[in-house]
């Protein structure tokens, strides 16, 4: 099963939000990127946490609950935004505790775009 959200890059670029195999969700990577704006562009925390948001909806379309999340892997640009993003993940996911791996990378589609997000669901 795939998931869509009607995002301009799923379309562009021709992928799914998320694609469900079995009792998994898969979710492609998310950014604050909402009605094509992205959001909060001074704001990696709160881009954080509209990304998970992003995210978790399609784990939920995918029949998955934020406690199913396995694994998040984040990608910052800038090495200052690494504990603003760890500070969301923690106050979203701090119970559940998945697998997490955070990458500085050189830039993202959108200059203003200062996190994505990815995450992995999976009904135990």
């Given at each position: ?106 830039g993202l ?16």
């Amino acid at each position: 099963m795939r998931v869509f959200s009607g995002g301009i890059w799923e379309e562009k670029y021709g992928y799914s939000r998320a694609v469900v195999v079995g009792e998994r969700v898969i979710v492609s990577g998310c950014t604050a990127t909402v009605d094509g704006e992205v959001r909060h562009p001074e704001d990696a925390y709160r881009q954080s946490l509209t990304a998970i948001e992003i995210a978790l909806e399609a784990v939920a379309k995918g029949g998955l609950t934020r406690d199913d999340v396995v694994m998040v892997r984040y990608y910052v640009v800038e090495q200052r935004h690494f504990d603003l993003v760890g500070r969301a993940i923690a106050e979203v996911f701090g119970e559940v505790r998945p697998a997490c791996t955070g990458v500085r990378v050189a830039g993202l589609v959108d200059p203003k775009m200062l996190v994505e997000i990815e995450i992995e669901a999976m009904r135990a």
